[in-house]
């Protein structure tokens, strides 16, 4: 922030659902994320759902497919770099993926350095990529795992679902769990990590750079 009344600006990056960001909107709105607010939605998915809360809330709903730049020979860092013109026209202070499924190169990252944020429904090192909680009650399934989780963590580069973790949780399986009970909880608790994550980083309680230093000490992590 660069003047005391100027709210934090998060533009948010989605390809489906959208209830993160619901959750986020929500968040901005009842003041849990403090002097906050939602610039920006951007969705690679006409489709999304995401996009339609954001016309409902008032919010710059914007589709931007990868599809034209491909069918004009373009490369994804090509795409990259002008989605980072267009999230950067928006001017956000952070950049959240809420169910983003697009691998962002540096073409983009380069762009906003310690300032993306990547939601993955597993814990740190687990199931990255597409599928995630369905992949963990599988192995739940076959006696590998006990539990599951969720993180939120910053985007450095272009690895798959790393990063310096800012918040993480265990969620629970039961022996009883269906997939559906199993994503249900997930869920709830996504709904709730990437709030109080956002909220810290606004108040300063959450330092990303020290995050990421944490991440350099101890990789494993
Ligand atoms: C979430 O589970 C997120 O962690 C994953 O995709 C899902 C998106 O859900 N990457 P929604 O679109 O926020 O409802």
């Known amino acids: 922030m660069t003047a005391q009344n100027k709210k934090v600006r998060i533009a948010v990056l989605i390809s489906g659902f959208g209830s993160n960001l619901q959750a986020i909107i929500d968040a901005c709105r009842s003041g849990y994320i403090p002097n906050a607010e939602v610039c920006a939605v951007i969705s690679n998915r006409k489709e999304a759902y995401g996009l339609e809360r954001a016309r409902q809330a008032g919010i710059a709903a914007v589709y931007f497919p990868l599809k034209p730049f491909k069918d004009q020979g373009k490369s994804r860092q090509d795409y990259d770099a002008a989605l980072a013109d267009l999230v950067a026209s928006y001017r956000p202070d952070w950049i959240v993926l809420a169910g983003w499924m697009h691998v962002l190169s540096m073409a983009f ?4 350095p ?7 429904p597993a814990l740190p090192g687990a199931f ?6 369905r992949r963990a009650y599988e192995a739940y399934q076959r006696g590998e795992i006990t539990h599951t989780g969720v993180m939120v963590h910053l985007v450095p580069d272009e690895g798959v679902d790393v990063g310096p973790v800012l918040a993480q ?4 399986i039961y022996p009883s769990d269906t997939l559906a009970d199993l994503e249900a909880r997930v869920h709830a608790v996504e709904h709730e990590l990437l709030p109080t994550v956002l909220r810290k980083l606004v108040l300063g309680q959450l330092q990303p750079r020290q995050a990421a230093a944490e991440q350099r000490t101890n990789p494993t992590t």
């Open 109 to 112: 990252l380069g762009r906003f």
């Open 114 to 120: 310690g300032r993306v944020i990547n939601l993955h």
């Open 169 to 172: 949780q265990e969620v629970p």
């Open 128 to 133: 990255p990529g597409t599928d995630a909680i």
